[in-house]
């Protein structure tokens, strides 16, 4: 088993509407984006690529996705000949499920070098409406009245009906439904949710690949359109398109590359995985189980960590993952993110990117836009949005819709090397 694994090199596209490129377009310009920021002169020296998507069904093609993207790339003889392209689903945790695939096989010692792609289109120029059903598909299609009757029981307990509509994503009722309830048991308050909100529109201004890059205030997040109350449109991740790639490498292999390449390298300290089930409504989440296992195999602590993306479809999801991350106490995220704790120049930065609210949240590729984000932070790159000092990273990225959780989560650590 190898000793250490590490990121050579990431890239992202911008997150917005493409309508113009295709699934291929957009997997080459990450793929061929990464391998240029690993320094791999030929790229073939890939030996395996890790390669997640959500819905590309929606547009024909249903089965061997990666494969039938990373066709060009072969025939070009820009990804080696006869090398597997692995294909992994996890909804909204697709993109740091593929970076665990190529983790995991360096670790086992079948590979030196491998790449983890996250590719997706969810703008429809036809009928843009169309995708948000498929949103829905990360919950338990097999007997949905299950889930269903969970929310609406909650709903009633809450006073507010779960009445999920045709003109948005149904997981912004499941998130509206876990707002409200943290706001009943904990006293969370919609100026704290938009306290959050502002700080990652704030962020995503400053962030070139964001696809809102406009500050807001906390009024301004208050008095935006309601989706499913509490949370207004700008407390919801947007619909777009875009990739991110992260090229990952052996510890024997880098001692092998050049200084320049050793020198940005950022090891991968911890990767841990979790599952979701019904859980209590106190109960910790999915996202504590994995976030524990990354700080036991670290050896790190939550006061360890410099800066943090986390996973927030909605705002609220930042209160909520800073408690689970144990940055905070449960209960006091609201208050905690209020007082600014979450800043640049706070306790420990999050979500630096501007968030899913405001950098975008193209499913496939979400996890490995927050590993760039980091691997960017931790090599001093960040510009205006540089958290001064970053040396260890944390990123929480969950995915589907089991009760008041997720189905799957994954928490990484980063180390700057």
Not at 92 to 98: Q, R
Not at 165 to 191: C, F, I, N, W
Not at 351 to 377: D, F, R, W, Y
């Amino acid at each position: 088993m190898a000793d250490g694994v590490y990121i050579i090199g990431t890239y992202s596209t911008p997150f917005r509407r493409w309508p113009e490129k295709s699934f291929k377009d957009l997997t080459r310009e990450a793929y061929l984006g990464a391998a240029r920021d690993a320094g791999l002169d030929d790229p073939t020296a890939i030996e395996a690529a890790w390669f997640g998507n959500c819905v590309m069904h929606y547009w024909g093609q249903p089965l061997v996705r990666g494969n039938v993207s990373f066709i060009p790339l072969v025939r070009e003889g820009l990804f080696r000949d006869r090398a597997p392209v692995v294909n992994v689903e996890g909804a909204c945790a697709t993109g740091s499920l593929a970076l665990s695939g190529a983790y995991k096989e360096i670790r086992a010692g079948d590979a030196d070098i491998t790449v983890a792609v996250g590719v997706e289109k969810l703008y429809d120029p036809v009928n843009p409406a169309g995708i948000l059903p498929e949103f829905g598909k990360g919950a338990d299609q097999l007997d949905p009245a299950e889930w269903m009757e969970h929310y609406r029981q909650i709903g009633e307990r809450l006073g507010q009906p779960f009445d999920p509509a045709p003109d948005r994503s149904v997981a912004m009722d499941t998130y509206s439904m876990q707002a409200r309830l943290h706001m009943k048991l904990y006293g969370t308050t919609r100026e704290q949710i938009a306290a959050a909100c502002a700080k990652s529109h704030t962020y995503g201004s400053l962030n070139p690949l964001a696809q809102y890059r406009f500050a807001m205030t906390p009024q301004q997040v208050l008095e935006d359109r309601m989706v499913s109350d509490p949370l207004t449109r700008a407390m919801c991740a947007p619909v777009g398109d875009g990739a991110a790639a992260a090229v990952l490498c052996s510890e024997r292999q880098l001692a092998k590359l050049p200084g320049r390449i050793r020198e940005r390298a950022v090891k991968i300290r911890a990767l841990a995985l979790s599952g979701g089930k019904y859980r209590g409504e106190r109960e910790a989440g999915l996202s504590r189980a994995a976030a524990d296992r990354a700080y036991e195999v670290s050896g790190l602590r939550p006061e360890d960590i410099d800066v943090a993306e986390v996973h927030d479809a909605t705002s609220f999801c930042e209160i909520y993952q800073t408690e689970m991350m144990r940055f905070c106490p449960e209960g006091q995220g609201g208050p905690y993110i209020a007082a600014g704790a979450t800043a640049i120049d706070g306790e420990v930065a999050v979500n630096t990117s501007g968030g899913l609210v405001s950098k975008g949240h193209p499913i496939g590729a979400t996890g490995l836009s927050m590993c760039h984000e980091l691997v960017t932070q931790m090599r001093g790159e960040a510009g205006e949005r540089q958290v001064r000092d970053a040396r260890i990273g944390l990123q929480q990225n969950g995915g589907g819709i089991i009760g008041l959780e997720e189905a799957l989560c994954a928490v990484a650590i980063y180390e700057r090397a």
